[in-house]
């Protein structure tokens, strides 16, 4: 089981930016892929971004243009930059790696986007 904590949420305005970071306990290269997820209130959780072991990324359709999903091997930590926020990605954001067949998550970081 990897380890895995997120940090960087909080409160921003419509139009605002945050980063948020992902610490992993294993090095990240040695991983299949790791991505973000979110989850807002009442609803399903959703795939934000993901970046496979070769570096290759892909996001969802409604974050295109606006995140970037990146990391630092030797931090061993993925990032998330979120650029021109909108109140439908208030949500809590979830780390995940996956390591052959097995998928870990982090406890999540809340993300709120005030119009």
């Known amino acids: 089981q990897v380890q895995l904590v997120e940090s960087g949420g909080g409160l921003v305005q419509a139009g605002g930016s945050l980063r948020l970071s992902c610490a992993a306990s294993?090095?990240?290269?040695?991983?299949?892929?790791m991505g973000w997820y979110r989850q807002a209130s009442g609803k399903e959780r959703e795939l934000v971004a993901t970046?496979?072991?070769?570096?290759?990324?892909r996001y969802a359709d409604s974050v295109k243009d606006r995140f970037t999903i990146s990391r630092d091997i030797p931090k061993d930590t993925v990032y998330l930059q979120m650029n021109s926020l909108k109140p439908e990605d208030t949500a809590v954001y979830y780390c995940?790696?996956?390591?052959?067949?097995?998928?870990?998550w982090g406890r999540g970081t809340q993300v709120t986007v005030s119009a």
């Open positions: 294993e090095n990240i290269f040695r991983l299949n892929a």
């Open positions: 970046i496979i072991s070769g570096g290759s990324t």
């Open positions: 995940n790696a996956l390591l052959n067949g097995r998928s870990s």
